[in-house]
């Protein structure tokens, strides 16, 4: 099983323009959340699905969207990208009782210019 | 006060070394602990996890939790410098809440 798969790894964008960080699953976890980590800060929670068709914010999700479609992507779209969006962002999930044992994906290391 | 601290390191230590990695943190309502190792340019991957107060042993790893203090440490026996990672804490109090609060995580270095 690959667990969780983040495209792409790496990505520069410009001010202002608008990119979507691909998540997929294949473990049929249920919940699923996307992380921002900045330099010496802890991963703060943009983003979470508990289920198709489900979203809710999280501590920091203004400048970001997400949809849940299937239980297996989680998409996460930056509109108007600003510098403050330059962040590692990991994508997450997690089942049933255990849901606070979050599997990670590798990561998509964001640079807005 | 920030609600969960944790000391950024770096540490180094050399092989074969006890290590103590600590954090503390101020809502009594945490009930589940959490150690994730972090390796660099990767994602966090799920070390140890511990509901309530006590002792948890995984191998070269014993997880603390002492909710009296709002204290929870991560004990690596027989360091090894496969053990060079970043490792982050974190806690939720469960019960509906789908956030973990997470610490700035402390970088260590195992030495040769």
């Known amino acids: 099983n690959a667990g969780v798969t983040q495209t792409p790894k790496f990505r520069i964008l410009k001010i202002g323009q608008s990119m979507t960080l691909q998540c997929t699953q294949d473990m049929n976890h249920n919940y699923m959340y996307w992380y921002r980590q900045d330099p010496g800060m802890g991963l703060k929670l943009i983003y979470y699905s508990v289920g198709a068709g489900i979203t809710d914010k999280g501590e920091v999700p203004n400048g970001y969207n997400v949809s849940r479609s299937t239980t297996e992507d989680f998409p996460l779209r930056l509109e108007l990208a600003a510098p403050s969006q330059t962040s590692v962002y990991f994508c997450?999930?997690?089942f049933g009782q255990g849901r606070e044992k979050l599997f990670f994906g590798s990561g998509t290391q964001l640079s807005v210019l | 006060q920030k609600e969960v601290e944790q000391d950024p390191g770096p540490l180094s230590v050399p092989e074969g070394a006890i290590v103590s990695l600590n954090c503390t943190y101020s809502n009594s309502a945490f009930q589940y602990f959490m150690w994730y190792r972090q390796y660099s340019r990767k994602g966090p991957e799920l070390l140890m996890y511990t509901y309530s107060s006590g002792n948890k042993e995984d191998g070269r790893f014993t997880a603390q939790v002492d909710k009296s203090s709002k204290y929870i440490s991560l004990f690596i026996r027989d360091s090894q410098p496969s053990d060079s990672a970043t490792y982050l804490c974190?806690?939720?109090?469960?019960?509906?809440?789908?956030?973990?609060?997470f610490g700035k995580g402390t970088k260590l270095s195992v030495i040769p």
């Open positions: 997450a999930s997690s």
């Open positions: 974190a806690m939720t109090s469960g019960a509906g809440s789908y956030q973990l609060t």
